[in-house]
């Protein structure tokens, strides 16, 4: 029997044994059904997804505004919907009264959309930036826009473009609350991220802004390798894209990463099975009893 016949028998037998399990037990193999939870399957540029989680339209501490609920690209794997919510909450308990615009992650089954080249396999999210008044005081997002800021926080308005809030002059980027999302999103031991890309302008003034907050070293120095102004794309200095790292569950099924292999993620693409990598845990391991305390 030639080799293509044999893979098609081989996939016939694994989806009848599947099938007479039943939904109770788990089923292994690429693009099979496992145990029920999201997979991410493909890449972010070429992919889908299975099961997703569905981003809440509202949220403690987040919103998702009008513009993006129409378009229905509320879907992603449950890592990144769950740290989504858990750094919205912890951004709002800081300063209550935060709340997070969450635009974009993918299509129920992911795919290919007009509207980005990515967002594919639910492995990527787009965060409208936090903004304050001229005295300092959070704003809500805005429903229908997306502002671009400069590298003093300011906002201005692009060639060809226009915004529907007629006060939009009046907002300022709040360096301190968006800092304190990418933080809360980096020390997240569920996800490990690829990106988070942002104009470099904003890039600096974020990593000044840590530096200044006294903020642990390590951290400034993570975010400084994840946050990147893209080559390929706008310089988004109008939302954050964030990008995670396939589940370490869901590259047996499919899952496949595109671009960079960061240092610091290279040993966790050696193992299998559930997610075990805590940022926080390894850099203080790292550091050295000093940080720990006596045990």
């Not at 709340?99 to 999210?125: C, E, F, I, K, P």
């Not at 308005?157 to 301190?176: G, I, M």
């Not at 997610?275 to 720990?292: F, K, N, S, T």
Request: hydrophobic letters at 35%; proline letters at 7%; charged letters at 25%.
């Amino acid at each position: 029997m030639s080799s293509k016949p044999r893979a098609v028998l081989a996939g016939l037998q694994a989806a009848l044994l599947c099938s007479s399990l039943g939904l109770s037990l788990s089923c292994a193999g690429e693009n099979l059904w496992t145990d029920l939870t999201s997979i991410s399957s493909g890449k972010t540029n070429r992919g889908r997804t299975r099961r997703p989680a569905k981003m809440p339209l509202k949220g403690e501490g987040y919103v998702v505004p009008e513009r993006w609920r129409e378009r229905g690209f509320q879907y992603g794997v449950d890592e990144l919907v769950a740290a989504v919510e858990r750094a919205a909450r912890l951004v709002n308990d800081a300063v209550p009264g935060s709340t997070l615009g969450v635009a974009d992650l993918s299509a129920m089954h992911g795919g290919r959309s007009r509207w980005h080249a990515s967002h594919q396999s639910g492995r990527d999210v787009d965060l409208i930036f936090y903004t304050t008044n001229e005295d300092g005081e959070p704003l809500a997002p805005l429903g229908d826009d997306m502002l671009h800021f400069d590298g003093d926080g300011e906002p201005y308005l692009p060639r060809r473009e226009e915004y529907n809030d007629e006060k939009w002059e009046e907002r300022r980027f709040d360096t301190a609350r968006n800092w304190l999302l990418i933080e809360s999103l980096l020390s997240d031991p569920s996800v490990r991220l690829q990106w988070v890309f942002v104009s470099n302008q904003l890039r600096e003034r974020l990593l000044n802004h840590a530096r200044a907050s006294g903020r642990p070293q390590w951290m400034i120095d993570y975010a400084a390798v994840v946050m990147n102004q893209p080559g390929d794309a706008p310089p988004h200095d109008d939302h954050f894209h964030v990008r995670m790292y396939c589940p370490r569950s869901d590259r047996f099924y499919g899952c496949r990463e595109r671009g960079v292999v960061w240092r610091h993620e290279k040993k966790s693409f050696k193992y299998g099975g559930p997610e075990r990598y805590d940022p926080v845990l390894w850099h203080l391991v790292a550091a050295g009893p000093a940080l720990i305390g006596p045990p």
